[in-house]
Structures are given as C-alpha cells and as structure tokens.
C-alpha cells in the first residue's frame, strides 16, 4: 500500500537553526531541502533628537526547511519542531503543512520507529484554515509589496530569490522588458481573510498589468504563523503578539480576526478565481532541464527555478559535519489538463524511474481572475 505523504514546510531565523537541525537529526529525516530567505518587518525608531519617530523596513537572514513525511506523522513532527524551538514566540518564525500529491521514482525510508516513538500517529488529517499567497515579481519590487503586507497587519512576509524562463524565452528582442531575476514573496492568511488580502494588494503591485508578475494562493494547515511585524522598544508587558496568540488559542481557531464578515463574501455562481495546479519538481540541474522542456513544450507557459541544498540526517550527528547536496527547485502553475501531459511526459523520460530521487509535488491553488498571467 502506498503510503501517504504530506509537505512540511518550516521558516526559521537564523537563531533557532541549531535547535530545528538537531530536532530534525533527532526524528532522522531522509531528505530535507534548504533554502535561503529573509523575513521582513517594520522597525519603529525614534527621529532625530527623539522627534518625528520613523518606522522602516527590517531585514532579518532566515532559511526554508522543506520537508516531506508520512500524513500520519506530520502534526506530530510540527509540534516537536515547534517545541523544540519556541517557535511560537514572535519573529522566530513559522511552519505550514500541506495535503498533496507526490511523486518519486525510488520511495522515501524512514526510520518509522522513531517517528512513531517521538511524534506518535494521527489518522485524520489536520484541517487547512489557512491560505499561503504567493506572488512573484520582478526582482527590486517585493519591497513595496512587503510593505503593503505588514501595513495590513496579516503577518510577516517572506522574501526569497529566483529566475524566471518560458514566456519571457519566446519574446525575442521584447524579452530585455522582462527581467529574469525573480522575487517570490510568502504571506500566510486565515482563509477566510485571503480574497479581500488579494483585492488589497493586487493593484499596489500592479499584478493586474500584464508582465509585472503573477499571485496564486494554496490551502494550508499552520499552526505557527509569525505575526510580529513589528519591532522597536516594548511598552507593555505582553507583546501584540503574544495576545493575538492566546486569543487564537482560547477561540480555538484565528476567524475572529477575520477582516471582513461573511455578508461580504462572493455568492456562489459569481467567479471569483481560476482553478489551477502547481507544480513542484526538485532534482538535480540536468533532471530539472528535462522537466522544463517537457512542461514548455507540453503547454506551460512559464517557470520558476530556486536553488537549495539537499541534507540527509538520516545520519547525522554532532560528530560529524552535515553535508549538502546542491539541488533546483522548479515551480510551475498551470491548468490541470497540462499537468497530465507534464507528468506523462517526465515518466517517459525516466524522472521517475527505478532508484531515480527526484521529486514531484502537485496541488490545487487558485488565481484571481484579473491575473493575467
């Protein structure tokens, strides 16, 4: 029987990354993908002579842990995660987990023995309350969009770096007006609050233009969200935070800070959003070339592509130094008719043969109408 797996994905500042490395050896993952990002929020400071105070935009060095487990075992491994890091305390950072579909040539080992010892079974799957949103821009761009995020007050903002290929390739000459670094910004949302989040900033970063980037957004369970958009001296025993913190876990659930009420929510027969599917292979560079040329030529229009690093600690130890395997990661979102054709196609060049490591993970997400992508 085929076992079930579910995408864990964790950000963490750079200050807890000792504790999470150790937790993940502890729990002896085979395969976890490291990236690089950065975690932005507003500084309050005082103005000169402590007039005018000014607030600006704060960057803090964070990494992306992803990592798939078993569904049986991926709340428990998010509670040891979070506990092992306080990761609950504001600015520390956040994990989401994800229902998808995944695909692999050779499957994943694990040491079931430890999950089930540390982490313990659960058979019914977490709900998705949540929406992650994620919108790709021009690379120079995302700082006015994280600003417009943390005005908002829905949570902190996650910036990483990539490049673009696929439509930008077929411009020819017109192909100097699009430029192929890439930023992708991450913000997660109650579920509920995600349409009129979307309506919010969509116009402030002109994603409604065509060419200037594109928005999607994904169900997701997330129990841990960093909501400490800002920093600067405290004036009250008890952080903004910390309060919405407690509040969501008396309540039982975040919709009472719902920003709008469901009198204002769409009827049923008015299209609010496009059904879409993404797409997200990770292997190697030459893996990752073939899996590009397939979903061109096979109908999808673009691509995205991030570096990582590959880490096993399924081995690890604090006598020995951890090592990483350089990995790609290329996103593409796309209707569900070329993802068949996608997958099709990659089987038949042997991505997913035998022994083979590579990595496909696939889900619904949704696009605004307006985004014309």
């Known amino acids: 029987m085929k076992t079930a797996i579910s995408s864990i994905v964790c950000i963490a500042d750079m200050n807890i990354i000792p504790a999470i490395d150790q937790t993940l050896a502890d729990l002896a993952l085979p395969e976890v993908f490291v990236q690089r990002a950065k975690q932005i929020a507003l500084l309050d400071k005082q ?49 989401f987990s ?79 007006t699009i430029p192929v670094e890439k930023e992708i910004i991450w913000f997660i949302v109650p579920r509920s609050d995600a349409e009129l989040v979307e309506k919010s900033i969509i116009p402030r970063a002109r994603l409604d233009v065509p060419g200037n980037g594109f928005l999607y957004r994904c169900f997701i369970h997330a129990p841990v969200v960093n909501l400490r958009i800002r920093h600067g001296k ?16 008396v309540r039982g659930s975040s919709d009472w800070r719902r920003f709008g009420s469901r ?52 081995t690890f130890t604090h006598e020995q130094a951890m090592v990483s395997h350089s990995r790609q990661l290329c996103d593409i979102i796309t209707s569900s008719d070329v993802e068949e054709k996608i997958r099709r196609s990659s089987t038949l060049s042997g991505l997913f043969g035998k022994g083979k490591s590579c990595i496909l993970k696939t889900f619904d997400v949704e696009m605004p109408s307006v985004i014309r992508h």
């Not at 992803?66 to 600015?91: C, D, H, Q, W």
């Not at 004036?235 to 876990?249: G, N, P, S, Y």
């Open 234 to 249: 405290r004036f009250h025993a008890a952080t903004m935070e910390q309060v919405i913190a407690a509040l969501d876990e």
């Open 98 to 176: 994800q229902h998808i579909d995944f695909h692999r040539g050779a499957p994943l080992s694990f040491d079931m023995e430890k999950l089930e010892r540390l982490c313990g079974k659960t058979d019914k799957l977490a709900p998705e309350e949540h929406a992650l949103i994620c919108c790709t821009v021009s690379r120079g761009s995302g700082d006015s969009l994280a600003q417009a995020i943390l005005e908002l007050g829905v949570g902190v903002p996650v910036v990483f770096f990539g490049n673009g290929a696929g439509l930008r390739d077929k411009l020819g000459l017109m192909r100097i």
């Open 263 to 314: 009198k204002h929510e769409h009827k049923s027969g008015e299209k609010k959003t496009v059904s879409t599917r993404g797409l997200f292979f990770i292997g190697e560079e030459e893996e990752v070339d073939i899996f590009r040329k397939a979903a061109i030529e096979n109908g999808a229009r673009g691509a995205t592509f991030n570096p990582l690093e590959m880490r096993s600690y399924s």
């Open 47 to 95: 103005g000169f002579l402590g007039l005018r105070p000014v607030t600006k935009l704060e960057e803090s060095r964070a990494l992306i842990y992803r990592m798939y487990v078993p569904s049986v075992y991926e709340e428990g491994v998010m509670r040891r995660i979070a506990e092992a890091t306080n990761l609950v305390m504001g600015g520390r950072g956040g994990g």
